[in-house]
C-alpha cells in the first residue's frame, strides 16, 4: 500500500497539470483573439486614414492646378537686368535732338549749319530705361518644343517727366513663339531680331546699340530654321528722301523683307552669311486717302558677314554690311532707303558698313572691350538729286571701356564714345560722351 501513494501522488500531480495546461491554453486563445480583434481594429484605422489621406491629396492637388501659374508640363522662367546709366554728353555743332541724350544714335549727331557756326553743347544725364525684364515658357509636346519670350524694357517712352516722377512706360522687344517641330528644326513667327541681323557678334558695351555699322533691328517674322540655314519673311517698311529733301515714310509695302542666312562654326569662331532682298515702295495719296497721285516701287539688297572668334577668355568679334538697300537696316536707319528723284521714280543708294570689336579680361574681375566702327553711302549727285548736298555721306564710332565685376552678374564701369558725323556737302559735327553704369542681371 505504501508503494502505491507515490504513484497516486505523481497522478494527481499530472491531472492537475492537465487542468493547469488547460486553462492555459484558453488563456493563451483568449489573448490571441484579443490581439487579433485589435490588430483588426488598427487595420480599420489605417484604412480609414489612408483613406482620407489620399481623399486630401486629391484636394490638394486640385487646389495646386487651380494656383499654379502655368499649365502643367511647362517650365516657366523669369529674368532680365537693372541698369543705372550715367550720361555725360558734348557736342561739336550744337544741342541734338532727345533721344541720342539716352543712347548713340549716329544719324542724330549734330553738323554744321549752312553757312555758319553752332556753339557747343553739353549734357548730363541719369536713367535707368535700358532695365528690361521677360518671361520665357517652355512645353514638351507629341508636336515637339514650343517655346515662348515676352520681354519689356522701358526706352523710347514719351510718357515720362524728368522733372518729378520719371516714369517711362514699358515698351515690347521681343514676342515670340518657337516651335521645335524635330531636333534642329524649328518655325518661329512673332516679334524678335531680324534674321538679318547676327546679335551674337555684337559687342559688349555699355552703350545700349554700339557701333555706327552694325545691323540693329528688331521686327515681327515668321522664320524657317533647319540645322544652321534659316530663312524668314519678314515685315516691310520704306523711308525714302523725296524731291523737297524731305523723309518720306510708307507703310503700305506689297511684298514683305526675305531674309537669308546660314550660320557655321569652325573651331572657335563662329561666323554668319545672310542676304536680304527688299521691295521699296510709295504711294501718295490725297488727303482722305482715297485717290492716288503717285507711286513707285524698287527692289534692293543687303549682304552681311560677322562672327565672334574666342580664345580663351578674351574674343573678337566683326561685322561688314553691304548693298543698295540696307537703309533702315544699319545703324538705327543711319542712312535712308533710297531717294525719289525728279521723275519720281525710287532710286537706291549704295552703302557700307563695319566694325571690329575686341574683348579682354585683365583679370577675373575687371574687362575692356574695344570697338571701332564706320559705315558710308555712295549719295546721288545734285543733277539726279537736288538735295543731294544734305544728305549723310559718313559716320565713325569708338568706344571703348573697362568694367570692375565685383559678384556674379554685377558690373560696375564707364565707357568713352567718340563719334563723327560727315555731310555730303563736307559739314559734320563730333560727340564725345563719358557713360557710367551700373548693371546687375537676374
Known sequence: MNNMKPLAAALVALGSLGMGTMALA???????????RQLQELKSQVSSQQEEITANKVEMQAEIEEARPMAKGTKFTYGGYIQLDALHSDYSEGKPANLI???YVPSLVPVKPVGGNADSYNSTNFSAKTSRFFFTTATDTEAGLIATRVELDFMLSNQGDERISN?????????????????????????SWTTFFNVAALPNLLDFVGPAGTIFVRQPQIRWTVGGFQLAAENPATRLNDSTGSTYYDNGQQVPDIVARYNGKVGELSWSAAALGRQLRYENRSDAGAVKDDSNEQYGYGLSFSGKWVFGTDNMSFMINVGDALGRYMGLNSFNDGYINADGDIETVDTWGAFLAYEHFWSPRWRSTFSISASGADNPDTNNYAQAQSLAKEYQSLHANLNWLPAP?????????????????GRDGDMSRVQFAVKYAF
Do not use: M
Not at 26 to 36: A, G, H, Q, R, S
Not at 409 to 415: F, N, P, R, V, Y
Open 409 to 425: 552678374k554685377l558690373s560696375i564701369g564707364g565707357e568713352l564714345i567718340l563719334a563723327n558725323k560727315e555731310l555730303e556737302d
Open 167 to 191: 516714369s517711362w512706360s514699358p515698351r515690347l522687344r521681343h514676342a515670340f513663339v518657337n516651335w521645335e517641330y524635330e531636333k534642329g528644326s524649328s518655325l518661329l513667327a512673332g516679334q
Open 26 to 36: 484558453d488563456t493563451v486563445d483568449d489573448k490571441i483573439k484579443e490581439l487579433e
Open 101 to 103: 541724350e539716352d543712347f
